[in-house]
């Protein structure tokens, strides 16, 4: 388990991460999304032990990771910019790995280099952004760590090797127990994946969650109430979002499935079905905090630098 207790880290008078405290479990996907400065690089530098941190600490099965080279050896990190030896090929870089994860399984990464069309012998630096970012991840899952640290890791990966890295994070975790932290500002590209979700905002986690429980108290509506019924009287202020096509009606609403049904049914509706929420939509209802854009989160929007 990944523990952050008070996490604080400051670079001069920016204060980057504000008291933090979030746990991640063993075996899930924790989903670490906020937009662009909301400290998620950070945070996960912290984690990898690259930065010391001002205040409180981090640790992985109750070890602080900082100078710490036996708990090192247990993740791996992905950065969003990824450095590899000049001139250096994807067998060269293999080699290095090995010095560091006793573990590194090089069939393996042999074999997953070939299943993505890359030449091990070509140089890395001839690489497309993308084609780095596949040598990365197949770096890393190669390693066979216990733990895989990706900041932005889907960030410039077509559609099609999206879901082939997520098929692979998920063959790992059913296989050996593989936990990865996945740091994005794109809550599009994580939907699918996350078992958890912590949202970071300036520094502070605005909400950490299990989806399942996020779920728990938000219902989405598709409806047609007969003639005469209005949809505020019949849910009041338990309605966050609406939106009426026609007679067609979507809602968003906060309570318990069995309340929601039931005042429907007394309605006598024309028709009615519960629908799935996605995280989008769950994210709107949780984020009701002044200041915040979630529309930056949703669609990438946000131009800061980190």
Known sequence: MIEAVNLTKKFDNIVALDNVTANIKDGEVFGLIGTNGAGKSTFLRCAAGIYKP??????????????????????????????????????????????????????????????????????IHTFSKGMKKQVSIILALSAMTEYIFCDETFDGLDPVMRQAVKSLFAYDMESRGLTPIIASHNLRELEDICDHVGLLHKGGILLSKDLDDLKLGIHKVQCVLKDGMNEKQLFGDSIVKLERRGRLINII??????????????????????????????????TEVVGYDVKKLILGESQEQE
């Open 253 to 286: 609403l906060k309570g318990e499935e069995d309340e929601i049904r039931a005042r429907l049914e007394a309605s006598e509706p024309v028709f009615y079905e519960l629908l799935p929420l996605s995280l989008e939509e769950i994210f709107i209802t949780e």
């Open 54 to 123: 001002d205040g409180g600490d981090i640790k992985i099965n109750g070890e602080s990771v900082f100078e710490n080279k036996a708990i090192k050896s247990r993740f791996f990190f992905i950065s969003d910019d990824q450095y590899f030896f000049p001139n250096a090929n994807a067998l060269d870089m293999a080699a290095s790995y090995r010095n560091t994860y006793t573990n590194f399984d090089m069939n393996r990464y042999r074999k997953l280099l070939k299943e993505f069309g890359l030449d091990e012998r070509r140089k």
